[in-house]
């Protein structure tokens, strides 16, 4: 039998993460502030990515699985000519390429390509795991492993502005894309390189990042009110039927 109490605390708050804050530090904040047990996140965003991430609370964290799963939607910046390590700005350049001969046309006809079912080879600064260690902790020692190709689904990769070497886009996906390699073998196909510069998630599944709160907004709540703003247990469970 639930416990009342249990059925209260539970429910899902859409966030607007900041820069800098990782996935699980939002978690362990409003876990610590609030002093709800069970805090989860579905579906991680990079340190240095900023949008929507899904928290889920109390019995509602046995839902973390269903809405992970769910397509997303990212709007970024790519910067051309500029190869990392970690295939975004928070890692070291490891190759430099002039972009001069590169045109808009090309960057389109580049980005088509990529629409529909791929295989992506997943980042060494990533949380997947390889003997049960995360491949992030090899990378930090310096250390490069083989990886498995991955299918990914691309259901859309706009370009927006093209003012090289910076162009924006916009990408639909399906769980697990990493958007950063999207943008690194967007650049080799071009022969140019790439790196991701920014991004923001605008959309996961139904939920969408307009309806967020941000922290600083979380920071002046008190329980009473964070648990009056969450979406319900129930009402979650009848969206899911």
């Known amino acids: 039998m639930?416990?009342?109490?249990?059925?209260?605390?539970?429910?899902?708050l859409l966030v607007d993460k900041p820069a800098e804050w990782t996935s699980h530090d939002v978690v362990n904040f409003v876990r610590r502030r609030?002093?709800?047990?069970?805090?989860?996140?579905?579906?991680?965003?990079?340190?240095?990515?900023?949008?929507?991430?899904?928290?889920v609370l109390g019995k509602a964290t046995k839902l973390a699985d269903r809405f992970s799963g769910q397509d997303k939607l990212?709007?970024?910046?790519?910067?051309?000519?500029?190869?990392?390590?970690?295939?975004?700005?928070d890692g070291k350049v490891t190759a430099t390429h002039d972009v001069a001969g590169i045109g808009e046309g090309q960057v389109r006809a580049a980005a088509a390509g990529f629409v529909g079912e791929i295989?992506?080879?997943?980042?060494?600064?990533?949380?997947?795991?390889?003997?049960?260690?995360?491949?992030?902790?090899?990378?930090?020692?310096?250390?490069?492993?083989?990886?498995?190709?991955?299918?990914?689904?691309?259901?859309?990769?706009?370009?927006?502005?093209?003012?090289?070497?910076?162009v924006t886009f916009t990408v639909a996906c399906s769980k697990g894309t990493y958007v950063r390699t999207l943008c690194a073998d967007l650049g080799a196909k071009l022969g140019c390189g790439a790196h991701l510069l920014c991004l923001r998630r605008l959309?996961?599944?139904?939920?969408?990042?307009?309806?967020?709160?941000?922290?600083?907004?979380?920071?002046?709540?008190?329980?009473?009110?964070?648990?009056?703003?969450?979406?319900?247990?129930?009402a979650l469970a009848g969206r899911l039927r």
């Not at 139904?206 to 319900?232: C, G, Q, S």
């Open 119 to 166: 295989m992506q080879v997943p980042p060494m600064v990533s949380a997947i795991k390889l003997n049960g260690r995360p491949l992030y902790k090899l990378a930090r020692k310096g250390q490069v492993v083989e990886r498995e190709p991955r299918p990914v689904t691309i259901h859309s990769f706009e370009i927006g502005a093209v003012a090289l070497p910076d």
């Open 203 to 234: 959309r996961s599944g139904e939920f969408d990042v307009k309806d967020a709160v941000t922290l600083d907004t979380i920071k002046t709540w008190d329980r009473a009110t964070l648990l009056a703003k969450m979406t319900p247990l129930l």
């Open 74 to 89: 990212y709007a970024g910046t790519m910067r051309l000519g500029v190869e990392t390590d970690s295939q975004d700005a």
């Open 34 to 55: 609030f002093g709800i047990a069970k805090v989860g996140h579905c579906g991680t965003l990079d340190p240095a990515a900023t949008g929507l991430l899904i928290l």
């Open 2 to 12: 639930i416990d009342p109490k249990e059925l209260v605390e539970s429910g899902l």
